[in-house]
């Protein structure tokens, strides 16, 4: 079986695990990513599952964050009242994750782990995201099939990513990282961008039907939905039947 870990995309990130909550620092986009990426995965959720309870609308759902860094979305998951499990190759950012989730008071379980290692296991997950994540491993066909094998009969899958396209790559690549330098030179290879119709074609071909898309674009503060799907995007979506009546063998 090929693996997913990139040993240079551990390096780049290992270098930064300091930075992780300084909200001035190289994770600042991310930050500011962050409310748009929680919007988006929970109505991802409604739409698959239905309404969610008010107060903690994901209590009861066990989600699977898959390259979770320092734990920027895997915190507002676990207050939303998800039991959370952060997954991370790099083992300075789950360090940095546990830290920071003991002195918020919240029971987030991190490993350093791969996803095609944790799904080994076979344990599965109600909800699995991957947020700007995919752009950044080795085999993109084993890390699918990883998610295939963990998402549970009636689980969501959420991904983030940056399109494959020119504005995507000179705004991601050259003007964010060599002249605006808000992100650390060498955090992407144009290379491993993603376009939406490879994702839905490539889970489809494990059962798994992302139907949903959305583009983000920044405003003053933050980011916000688009139509747009040429920069950075979200894709979502379920198993197109019941996992077990799919025809889905793990691989």
């Not at 909550?21 to 990426?37: A, E, V, Y």
């Not at 995965?41 to 964050?65: C, F, S, W, Y």
């Not at 799904?119 to 998610?147: M, P």
Request: charged share 20%.
């Amino acid at each position: 079986m090929q693996s997913t870990v990139d040993q240079k995309e551990i390096d780049t990130f290992a270098a930064l695990s300091d930075k992780w909550w300084d909200m001035k620092g190289p994770m600042r986009p991310l930050h500011s990513f962050t409310p748009i990426r929680v919007d988006y995965i929970t109505d991802a959720i409604r739409r698959v599952k239905g309404a969610l309870p008010e107060q903690t609308p994901l209590q009861n759902l066990r989600i699977l964050d898959i390259g979770c860094g320092g734990g920027l979305l895997a915190e507002p998951m676990a207050r939303l009242g998800g039991t959370v499990t952060g997954i991370d190759v790099t083992s300075p950012a789950i360090d940095a994750a546990r830290t920071h989730a003991k002195a918020s008071g919240l029971d987030i379980t991190y490993h350093c782990q791969s996803a095609e290692d944790l799904a080994a296991s076979g344990v599965t997950f109600d909800i699995i995201y991957a947020s700007e994540v995919i752009e950044h491993v080795a085999d993109r066909q084993v890390f699918i099939a990883a998610i295939a094998d963990m998402l549970a009969d009636d689980g969501v899958i959420v991904l983030t990513t940056i399109n494959r396209t020119l504005p995507a790559i000179a705004l991601a690549k050259y003007v964010l990282e060599y002249i605006v330098r808000i992100v650390p030179a060498g955090t992407h290879d144009p290379k491993k961008f993603v376009k939406p119709a490879e994702l839905r074609s490539e889970f489809a071909a494990v059962g798994i039907l992302l139907d949903d898309t959305t583009g983000f674009a920044p405003r003053p503060g933050g980011f916000t939905r688009v139509a747009n799907l040429a920069i950075n995007y979200g894709i979502s979506g379920s198993w197109m039947r019941n996992k077990s009546d799919s025809g889905y063998e793990s691989l």
